[in-house]
């Protein structure tokens, strides 16, 4: 099953609003999940038609991430994206690419992209929000 | 056989339309003020460029004489290290940077691409389509890299080499990357190996003309560079310069040597219009025309702030070389009738011409008629 990870602003509208958008669209949710991580909303869905619903909630503003990536969060400090690719390395697991998502309240919100998407998970496991 | 007169009709709209949009179109860095009529004829030609324009063609209907000529001018104007430089007309400045990180990861295939947040979303792309590994580093309020998160960055990964994407001139802020402060952070760590390149789409041509422009080009640490050529300089078909180090180009051109071309530029067929139109601006402006083109921007720049102030209007620019002036996100009813690309919570306006003082007037009046008491 195909998973979207969708970053909001906090509020309790936003939920609604990314039920509302993929129903408009003929898009199914078959398993839905959110979260807070400070100021934004993580909303980890899946759904029938991943492409279409990747389309429909980018043309809506919506920051919607793939299931190749995982997103991480980590205190926002100078070097703590290498330190995170550094823990990679030490356990073999190839980075590819690591893209500041957002950043509020002292913390960053991060998407990596790894050659061993589930060994990287099992690695960050302290800091992943969704994978 | 003549087009149909429903045919006609559509095209008449679309030209009637591009004359409406142009005056409202401020946000985006376009001098829109030139004239081409004395390169019409060629279109008649079916030209290309293909091919590495210093090795000459078989294909006769090309303008590498002139390509060369405006490639000379850039390396003069980026301060290239005489004798060491190669470069080509792009298809903008995307293609640019492509050339760029493509001879930083061919020099260095373990090398770690290390780029701001401010950078341009095109170079991600270019990431993933190069498959090179890639860091983003913080970005400071003012656009700027975060020095602290790059040295702390370099010194985890020292065993790698750094290729670092420097901004000179950020999409949406117009933030310099400083290439001195870069350049001394690789030093004081000790790391032998890196590359430097340096994005400067639209203050690649603005620096060269001002009298403090800082460190920004090869002379400063730069191993390559990207400059529009439709940016300042005005030119209805995006255009640009590659330009980097001669013997590095050569090093990737002996790895590249089995696919039977020397030839390192990234496109097939080149576009041969747009190399002649750059060669027509640049002579017929001169250097002290485009001097004259950067002085003027500036200065409405500088004005374009001092009014969105004096209305409440946070509005700010990087520092006095830039063009991009910086301020809040437009109510929707301003954004509707002005051409303007806001991220996030801010947008901006870039003073190219033929943008005057009597449209940011109207412009700042639109806003401050339209913003929330």
Same mark, same amino acid.
């Given at each position: 099953?195909?998973?979207?990870? =969708?970053?909001?602003?906090?509020?309790?509208?936003?939920?609604?609003?990314?039920?509302?958008?993929?129903?408009?669209?003929?898009?199914?949710?078959?398993?839905?999940?959110?979260?807070?991580?400070?100021?934004?909303?993580?909303?980890?869905?899946?759904?029938?038609?991943?492409?279409?619903?990747?389309?429909?909630?980018?043309?809506?503003?919506?920051?919607?991430?793939?299931?190749?990536?995982?997103?991480?969060?980590?205190?926002?400090?100078?070097?703590?994206?290498?330190?995170? *690719?550094?823990?990679?390395?030490?356990?073999?697991?190839?980075?590819? *690419?690591?893209?500041?998502?957002?950043?509020?309240?002292?913390?960053?919100?991060?998407?990596?992209?790894?050659?061993?998407?589930?060994?990287?998970?099992?690695?960050?496991?302290?800091?992943?929000?969704?994978? | 056989m003549p087009l149909a007169a429903d045919d006609q009709s559509r095209l008449d709209d679309l030209f009637t339309h591009f004359k409406e949009?142009?005056?409202? *179109?401020?946000?985006?860095?376009?001098?829109?003020?030139?004239?081409?009529?004395?390169?019409f004829r060629?279109l008649e030609?079916s030209?290309?460029?293909?091919?590495?324009?210093?090795?000459?063609?078989?294909?006769?209907? #090309?303008?590498?004489?002139?390509?060369?000529?405006?490639?000379?001018?850039?390396?003069?104007?980026?301060?290239?290290?005489?004798?060491?430089?190669?470069?080509?007309?792009?298809?903008?400045?995307?293609?640019?940077?492509?050339?760029?990180?493509? =001879?930083?990861?061919?020099?260095?295939?373990?090398?770690?691409?290390?780029?701001?947040?401010?950078?341009?979303?095109?170079?991600?792309?270019?990431?993933?389509?190069?498959?090179?590994?890639?860091?983003?580093?913080?970005?400071?309020?003012?656009?700027?890299?975060?020095?602290?998160?790059?040295?702390?960055?370099?010194?985890?990964?020292?065993?790698?080499?750094?290729?670092?994407?420097? #901004?000179?001139?950020?999409?949406?802020?117009?933030?310099?990357?400083?290439?001195?402060?870069?350049?001394?952070?690789?030093?004081?760590?000790?790391?032998?190996?890196?590359?430097?390149?340096?994005?400067?789409?639209?203050?690649?041509?603005?620096?060269?003309?001002?009298?403090?422009?800082?460190?920004?080009?090869?002379?400063?640490?730069?191993?390559?560079?990207?400059?529009?050529?439709?940016?300042?300089?005005?030119?209805p078909?995006?255009?640009?310069?590659?330009?980097?180090?001669?013997? #590095?180009?050569?090093?990737?051109?002996?790895?590249?040597?089995?696919?039977?071309?020397?030839?390192?530029?990234? *496109?097939?067929?080149?576009?041969?219009?747009?190399?002649?139109?750059?060669?027509?601006?640049?002579?017929?402006?001169?250097?002290?025309?485009?001097?004259?083109?950067?002085?003027?921007?500036?200065?409405?720049?500088?004005?374009?702030?001092?009014?969105?102030?004096?209305?409440?209007?946070?509005?700010?620019?990087?520092?006095?070389?830039?063009?991009?002036?910086?301020?809040?996100?437009?109510?929707?009813?301003?954004?509707?009738?002005?051409?303007?690309?806001?991220?996030?919570?801010?947008?901006?306006?870039?003073?190219?011409?033929?943008?005057?003082?009597?449209?940011?007037?109207?412009?700042?009046?639109?806003?401050?008629?339209?913003?929330?008491?």
């Amino acid at each position: 099953m195909k998973q979207i990870t =969708v970053l909001t602003r906090k509020s309790t509208d936003e939920l609604s609003r990314v039920v509302g958008i993929l129903a408009d669209a003929g898009i199914n949710i078959e398993e839905i999940d959110a979260e807070r991580v400070e100021e934004t909303g993580v909303i980890v869905l899946s759904v029938d038609k991943y492409d279409e619903a990747l389309r429909v909630l980018s043309s809506h503003g919506l920051r919607a991430i793939t299931q190749n990536a995982l997103v991480i969060r980590m205190e926002d400090k100078p070097g703590a994206l290498a330190a995170v *690719s550094k823990r990679l390395q030490n356990a073999g697991v190839e980075m590819r *690419s690591m893209h500041i998502l957002r950043r509020d309240a002292g913390h960053s919100l991060v998407s990596l992209v790894v050659t061993d998407h589930v060994q990287a998970a099992a690695v960050l496991a302290d800091i992943v929000v969704a994978s | 056989m003549p087009l149909a007169a429903d045919d006609q009709s559509r095209l008449d709209d679309l030209f009637t339309h591009f004359k409406e949009q142009r005056p409202r *179109s401020i946000g985006y860095p376009c001098n829109q003020e030139f004239d081409y009529h004395e390169l019409f004829r060629f279109l008649e030609f079916s030209i290309n460029n293909v091919g590495d324009p210093f090795s000459g063609s078989n294909y006769r209907l #090309n303008t590498h004489d002139f390509e060369r000529e405006v490639v000379a001018a850039f390396a003069r104007y980026t301060q290239a290290p005489e004798g060491d430089w190669w470069g080509y007309v792009t298809n903008g400045g995307t293609e640019g940077n492509m050339y760029g990180l493509y =001879v930083a990861r061919e020099l260095h295939p373990q090398g770690m691409v290390y780029f701001s947040e401010d950078t341009h979303y095109s170079v991600a792309k270019i990431l993933r389509l190069q498959h090179t590994r890639s860091i983003m580093i913080k970005s400071q309020e003012n656009g700027q890299l975060d020095y602290d998160d790059l040295r702390e960055t370099l010194r985890i990964h020292r065993d790698v080499p750094p290729i670092i994407f420097a #901004n000179i001139g950020t999409t949406m802020k117009g933030a310099v990357d400083d290439l001195a402060v870069i350049r001394a952070m690789l030093d004081d760590l000790a790391i032998a190996e890196s590359y430097i390149h340096a994005d400067a789409a639209l203050s690649g041509m603005i620096l060269p003309f001002v009298e403090k422009p800082g460190p920004w080009c090869f002379a400063d640490g730069a191993d390559s560079m990207s400059i529009s050529g439709h940016k300042l300089l005005g030119c209805p078909l995006p255009c640009g310069i590659a330009l980097a180090k001669k013997r #590095n180009v050569d090093r990737i051109a002996r790895n590249v040597e089995y696919v039977g071309a020397l030839d390192t530029t990234i *496109s097939g067929s080149r576009n041969a219009f747009t190399p002649l139109m750059l060669w027509h601006r640049l002579r017929t402006l001169g250097d002290d025309g485009i001097r004259d083109i950067v002085r003027r921007s500036l200065s409405l720049a500088a004005y374009a702030v001092e009014k969105l102030q004096a209305a409440d209007i946070q509005a700010w620019r990087h520092d006095e070389n830039s063009v991009t002036v910086t301020f809040p996100r437009p109510p929707d009813i301003v954004m509707k009738k002005w051409i303007i690309a806001p991220k996030k919570k801010i947008a901006h306006i870039i003073t190219l011409p033929p943008m005057n003082e009597v449209v940011v007037d109207e412009f700042v009046n639109d806003m401050k008629n339209n913003l929330k008491p």
